[in-house]
């Protein structure tokens, strides 16, 4: 509870509707911590500690930092305010740079910190100063106050650009997590692998304003297979093929109806729930994947069953792979 002294010290910022006494104490419960030294953390600092958030290391703001601590206790927890040269873990507050315009994004518990990293470069060598950094780190100090508030979103970015104008920034989409699959959808899928088994089925996820699709796709190795055994030694039952008009029809299509092509889905009839090193090979070729973004889903059958599932996300350089429950 926020004693009298208190209520008085912080009654104008109590009186905003999205503050009040609740949020003021959510600003003293949680401290600040800032992995970075320079003038927009300083100023960051100053407006924190103004606001009642008590903020470690003390900056070089004169009178303020010599202040005494505005709360009776120390918080009990801290959120890290850092550069992307030594990311913290979500619900963190980085800053970097892209394009010569300073972005700060506030990546909640929920939000994706790969999405930041990715568009982002350290911020390190390029923090403003001056003017830029007064208004840069008031940018910075408001996504602070609003993740402790409990308003900010997974992912909340603002840019400063070089001028000193602050624009919000339209979070990314993220490609670091697999598409949320519905029990229907999914249903989909194991129905159209299972009536190909004991052949490997194969199929594609599109999302669009619907939400996610499944459209099964012919695997077209048995006939490659039978065509030419040297160049596809493999039969349909341990490889796919998808047949490359079908395939660019389909990406056409998706690509005119606004939908993104979401996994790429196959079977592993009496085989593995693992991307394996062909299907990796496959879905990135010289190192990088043929489409950025999409995800793979493998499923492993056991006696025409399906066992086992998982993703395959393209993170960090190389495929990662991740469980996907499936149900009941
Ligand atoms: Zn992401
Ligand atoms: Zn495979």
Redesign the pocket.
Do not use: G, Y
């Given at each position: 509870m926020l004693s009298e002294p208190r209520i008085q010290r912080y009654a104008r910022q109590i009186l905003l509707r999205d503050v009040g006494g609740v949020g003021q104490e959510a600003l003293g419960a949680r401290g600040v911590r800032l992995a970075a030294r320079g003038p927009l953390f300083d100023v960051a600092a100053t407006y924190l500690r103004a606001g009642g958030t008590a903020v470690e290391p003390a900056a070089d703001v004169g009178a303020w930092a010599a202040d005494a601590p505005l709360l009776d206790t120390a918080p009990g927890a801290w959120l890290e305010v850092s550069t992307l040269a030594s990311p913290p873990l979500p619900p963190c507050v980085v800053v970097g740079v892209q394009a010569g315009t300073l972005e700060l994004w506030s990546v909640g518990p929920e939000g994706?910190?790969?999405?930041v990293g990715?568009r982002l470069l350290p911020a390190s060598e390029a923090l403003p100063a001056g003017p830029r950094a007064l208004v840069a780190g008031g940018a910075l100090a408001l996504l602070v106050q609003r993740r402790l508030l409990g308003l900010g979103a997974g992912l909340e970015g603002l840019a400063v650009s070089a001028p000193g104008f602050v624009a919000r920034l339209e979070p990314?989409r993220?490609?670091?997590?697999p598409p949320a699959l519905p029990a229907q959808v999914l249903a989909g899928v194991l129905t159209h692998l299972r009536a190909a088994w004991p052949e490997e089925g194969c199929g594609v996820l599109l999302e669009g304003e619907g939400g996610l699709r499944f459209v099964p796709l012919a695997n077209a190795q048995a006939a490659h297979h039978a065509r030419d055994p040297d160049a596809f030694p493999r039969d349909a039952r341990r490889a796919f093929t998808l047949e490359p008009a079908a395939w660019l029809r389909l990406v056409k299509e998706a690509e005119a109806h606004g939908d993104r092509l979401a996994a790429l889905v196959h079977s592993h009839p009496e085989g593995p729930a693992r991307f394996s090193d062909e299907d990796r090979r496959q879905a990135a070729p010289d190192g990088l994947p043929l489409f950025p973004g999409m995800a793979h889903l493998v499923v492993a059958f056991q006696r025409g069953t399906p066992v086992k599932a998982v993703w395959a996300l393209w993170r960090n350089g190389g495929f990662e792979e991740l469980d996907c429950p499936l149900g009941g």
């Open positions: 994706c910190l790969d999405c990715e990314p993220c490609t670091h997590r």
